[in-house]
């Protein structure tokens, strides 16, 4: 029982090319988040799926886009990298309304 | 206005003595949940401790508790008998009610115990 895993673990980028961050979890989860952690604020959430076949925007959604490929897997895609989303992003997941959230490893992201 | 406010600066507490780190919330929800997730120097953010906003006893778990004052909107989390492994850094954070499962979370304690 793996938990919430991602991949890659680090990324370095230059500025205005693409790439996808994956996010799986084996605990048969409904609801699944994407975060970022910069220095001095915290967590914030990118976009979630609260269930299988929707996806909602979070806090910071500009600049990314997601998606729930199933139950699964939930992806993260910056199509145009810049160097505002350096950070260390993190995916979860939870079990219901009230249940607690699962973090993944994180990535570590650099745009240069 | 911050939905989680974590502003104490950096802590430091004697390895076995008690620590407790200060959180207060804003909602105007009556239904809502409050977690501490620590945050070790490794990267990875580990749940700590649940408190819903309807229970009646503060939640404990193994040496966390938290210290849930509800007319005051404060969520601390109480260490006893700290570690070294406790070194960390440590996060508040709070889910409303019909927010899809959303966390909102503070900006983080940082917390070293001294041998």
């Known amino acids: 029982n793996a938990g919430v895993t991602q991949t890659p673990k680090f990324q370095v980028l230059k500025t205005g090319q693409s790439m996808t961050l994956q996010c799986a979890q084996d605990m048969n989860h409904n609801s699944m988040y994407w975060y970022r952690q910069d220095p001095g604020m915290g967590l914030r959430l990118i976009y979630y799926s609260a269930s299988e076949g929707t996806t909602d925007k979070g806090e910071v959604p500009n600049g990314y886009n997601v998606s729930r490929l199933n139950k699964r897997e939930f992806s993260l895609r910056l199509e145009s990298a810049a160097p505002s989303q350096t950070s260390v992003y993190f995916c979860a997941s939870s079990d219901g309304e009230w249940g607690e959230q699962y973090f993944g490893p994180g990535t570590r992201l650099t745009v240069t | 206005a911050q939905k989680i406010t974590q502003t104490q600066p950096g802590m430091f507490v004697q390895e076995k003595e008690a620590v407790t780190l200060d959180c207060t919330y804003d909602?105007?929800?009556?239904?809502?949940?409050l977690f501490w997730y620590k945050q070790p120097s490794s990267g990875e953010m580990i749940f700590l401790i649940y408190?819903?906003?309807?229970?009646?006893q503060n939640a404990t778990e193994g040496r966390y508790s938290l210290n849930f004052q509800k007319a005051r909107k404060s969520a601390n989390l109480v260490i006893s008998a700290s570690q070294l492994g406790d070194s960390a850094m440590y996060f508040c954070?709070?889910?409303?009610?019909?927010?899809?499962?959303?966390?909102?979370f503070g900006k983080g304690i940082t917390l070293s115990v001294r041998p």
């Open positions: 909602t105007s929800d009556q239904s809502y949940g």
């Open positions: 954070a709070m889910r409303e009610y019909g927010a899809n499962s959303k966390l909102t």
């Open positions: 408190q819903g906003s309807y229970d009646e």
